[in-house]
């Protein structure tokens, strides 16, 4: 296998981490963009925070300097933010779009230049950029709507962008990703106004915490996002397990007045 130069943000945990391991023990030139270092053997890190253009822009020229070419952006860095849509805050709302819509979008503005300005490789590309989306981009959770809705923008700007990028060869994914075991489930920032109005809402975090901890293990869910950074050619969407399968298939053919009642039985709506 060629070796390939990858930049990962949030690669310093969860889902990037486990890519990032996976794919430097393949041989690729591992890059991590996150805001804080927790070295790796095979992976470089460089300071980077998504929702900050200047550190973008550092981190890009330093690797621009230091490779002839760029084959491989994951964009993981993301964060959530549970609770009634409602009582959102407009300081919680600026941060979920902030790091999970923006901030991909951010990164691929920076390196879409280089790619777009490389030599194409031996399957005719010139790059590749992965967004990790979720499958609540398709089947939003009660008290997670927040975060559903920047996943959906990630997926909507994927689709768009897989189409502008079309005529300079640089191939554009999303992957949505099920309920996956890592610290993600204990970094979720919670706001809990409205108890006393939404009563079910505190049983709702339980249970997705649960499902989340019960989850898929990274090292498996992550060999099959590095399965797609590999591949020859990349199709639009990618679920991982067969439950984010299921659900995709659900919400593609049953009616969502049937989607919906699942739900509501599940949180207890």
Not at 87 to 100: A, I, K, L, R, S
Not at 171 to 198: M, Q, W
Request: with cysteine.
């Amino acid at each position: 296998m060629d070796q390939k130069v990858v930049v990962i943000t949030g690669a310093s945990s969860g889902i990037g981490r486990e890519v990032a391991r996976q794919m430097a023990n393949q041989g690729h030139k591992v890059y991590d963009l996150s805001r804080s270092e927790k070295p790796q053997e095979g992976v470089r890190h460089l300071r980077c925070d998504v929702t900050d253009r200047t550190t973008i822009t550092q981190a890009v020229e330093t690797i621009a300097s230091e490779n002839e070419r760029v084959d491989v952006v994951i964009l993981c860095a993301g964060s959530g933010v549970a609770g009634a849509l409602e009582m959102m805050t407009e300081e919680e709302m600026q941060f979920q779009f902030d790091v999970n819509a923006y901030g991909p979008l951010r990164v691929a503005q920076a390196f879409i230049p280089i790619m777009r300005h490389q030599e194409k490789n031996a399957a005719g590309e010139r790059g590749r950029i992965i967004f990790i989306s979720s499958v609540g981009a398709i089947f939003p959770l009660p008290f997670q709507g927040l975060y559903s809705a920047t996943k959906m923008a990630i997926n909507g700007m994927a689709y768009a962008m897989r189409n502008e990028l079309h005529p300079f060869n640089i191939s554009v994914t999303s992957i949505l990703p099920g309920d996956v075991k890592t610290g993600f489930t204990a970094a979720r920032k919670k706001n809990g106004k409205g108890g006393e109005v939404y009563t079910h809402m505190f049983a709702a975090f339980e249970e997705m915490a649960q499902d989340e901890i019960n989850g898929s293990k990274p090292e498996v869910v992550c060999k099959k996002i590095v399965k797609v950074a590999n591949k020859k050619h990349v199709g639009m969407y990618y679920t991982l397990d067969w439950l984010s399968k299921a659900e995709y298939l659900l919400q593609r053919l049953a009616p969502h007045s049937l989607a919906l009642w699942i739900l509501r039985k599940m949180y207890k709506c």
